[in-house]
């Protein structure tokens, strides 16, 4: 069974605190890699994807990839009371169409 | 304007009936998804559609049958509800079914089983 494993959380930080989440795939064959943002209630939308080794930023987060230790973590910082939600990390093989989703951490950022 | 949309937003029903959930993109995505997110927020895929057909179809019960009129709408009818089927139903679409196109989430569907 391919998996996407994520800590469940709660990861608690102050605001202006650099949050790290992290997550770990056993399809060594994930090409692709997705962080979700879900506030509760609501649908999931997209943060960062990422494809390749390294590390890729976009304002505030920064996405890391480490496909020799199927390992992909999103960095938030500057964390904003508006950032506490539930963050999915989802890896995809590109020979396949499956999105597979881990389960999810939740952040808090306390003001 | 709405990009991925789904009817109803809210569903509560008793065991043994039938019900569907409507989804619409107006992306002009060629794939749609169908989505179980549980109590633990876990997300699960349950079927894909790519231009009408089928591509993905997990181990879901087969009293759930999806059906996609055409490419903009993906449908998904319930029969026999039961209580485990309570979970909120999240639609998507892409671009196309490749690895590296992002999914758009509708609002989604929460569904309780009495």
């Known amino acids: 069974q391919k998996e996407v494993e994520q800590n469940s959380g709660p990861l608690s930080v102050p605001e202006g605190a650099i949050a790290s989440l992290n997550c770990t795939y056993s399809?060594?064959?994930?090409?692709?890699f997705f962080w979700y943002r879900q506030y509760s209630g609501k649908s999931p939308e997209l943060i960062m994807s990422?494809?390749?080794?390294g590390d890729k930023e976009d304002g505030r987060f920064t996405a890391q990839l480490n496909k020799a230790s199927q390992y992909v973590s999103l960095l938030i910082r500057d964390s904003q009371p508006s950032d506490s939600a539930t963050y999915l990390c989802?890896?995809?093989?590109?020979?396949?169409?499956?999105?597979?989703f881990g389960a999810g951490t939740r952040l808090f950022v306390k003001a | 304007d709405t990009a991925v949309s789904q009817t109803p937003k809210y569903l509560v029903t008793q065991m043994g009936n039938d019900k569907s959930i409507k989804c619409e993109q107006n992306?002009?995505?060629?794939?749609m998804y169908w989505y179980k997110q549980d109590s633990k927020k876990f997300l699960k895929i349950m079927f894909s559609?790519?231009?009408?057909?089928?591509?993905i179809n997990e181990t879901v019960p087969n009293r759930f049958s999806p059906k996609s009129p055409d490419k903009a709408h993906l449908n998904l009818h319930i029969n026999s509800l039961e209580l485990g089927d309570s979970a909120v139903y999240f639609c998507?679409?892409?671009?196309?079914?490749?690895?590296?196109?992002?999914?758009?989430f509708g609002p989604g569907t929460r569904l309780t089983v009495l």
């Open positions: 998507a679409s892409s671009q196309d079914p490749s690895g590296y196109n992002e999914q758009f």
């Open positions: 399809d060594r064959g994930s090409q692709s």
């Open positions: 990422i494809y390749s080794n």
């Open positions: 989802a890896g995809r093989n590109t020979g396949g169409f499956k999105t597979i």
């Open positions: 992306l002009g995505h060629d794939t």
């Open positions: 559609y790519n231009n009408k057909e089928l591509i």
